[in-house]
């Protein structure tokens, strides 16, 4: 079974502070896990994904998520954030294997970014 | 560039009628999924579907139904719509599963039940 925990459900910072969201997941295998963003009155747009190898992700827009085994974690940060990462974001997760793809999500984190 | 299309971004029905969603995607993707979006709640899943004419109850089935007759649409059928089935609707698609498939989104379907 999986499942995904996503810590504050609304997150606000100032233009040009780092951005942080936290995302934990719960996995019987090997998970891959995904971050999506949702700008205001669209649908889910993939910003990155962990599958194998390398632990550090980047994404569009420079966001990079790390996954952190030990952890259970895959948090999303971006250095600086700017006016239009003003959405809210969703993390995921996928068992390994599983061959109906079907993703679990968090219930979201609203990103406010304050000018 | 690859597509899920829905039939509406905004629909108003009333109380009693029986609604019809249609999602279309371009990308020959074997896995269908229709998701009720709710603040606060996430994204909740009502039906999926793995190939032509077969579905898979999601986590909130009740109240909905979905048909697969073609590869490429999915349809969500709220059979009498009621007034907590307000709410915005989304569909996705993916390739057949194993890999690391991401799901690709419609726009959206913000549905109002009077």
């Known amino acids: 079974a999986q499942s995904v925990t996503q810590l504050g459900s609304h997150v606000s910072v100032s233009e040009g502070a780092l951005v942080l969201l936290r995302c934990n997941y719960s996995s019987s295998v090997p998970p891959y896990l995904f971050w999506y963003v949702q700008y205001p009155n669209q649908g889910l747009q993939l910003l990155l994904k962990y599958t194998t190898g390398a632990t550090l992700v980047k994404g569009i827009n420079g966001f990079e998520a790390e996954f952190k085994k030990s952890e259970t974690s895959f948090h999303l940060t971006k250095p600086s954030a700017h006016m239009s990462d003003a959405a809210e974001y969703f993390c995921a997760v996928l068992g390994r294997g599983s061959t109906l793809g079907r993703l679990y999500f968090g219930r979201g984190t609203q990103l406010t970014v304050w000018p | 560039d690859v597509k899920v299309t829905q039939s509406s971004r905004y629909l108003v029905k009333r109380t009693g009628e029986k609604v019809f969603l249609e999602c279309v995607q371009d990308?020959?993707?074997?896995?269908m999924f229709w998701y009720r979006q709710d603040p606060g709640l996430g994204l909740r899943l009502i039906y999926f579907s793995y190939d032509v004419k077969m579905k898979e109850k999601g986590d909130i089935p009740e109240g909905y139904s979905v048909s697969r007759e073609k590869k490429e649409r999915f349809s969500l059928i709220l059979e009498s719509a009621s007034t907590n089935q307000t709410s915005m609707y989304l569909c996705a698609s993916s390739p057949l599963g194993g890999g690391p498939n991401e799901q690709f989104f419609g726009p959206g379907t913000r549905l109002t039940v009077l």
């Open positions: 990308m020959d993707h074997e896995n």
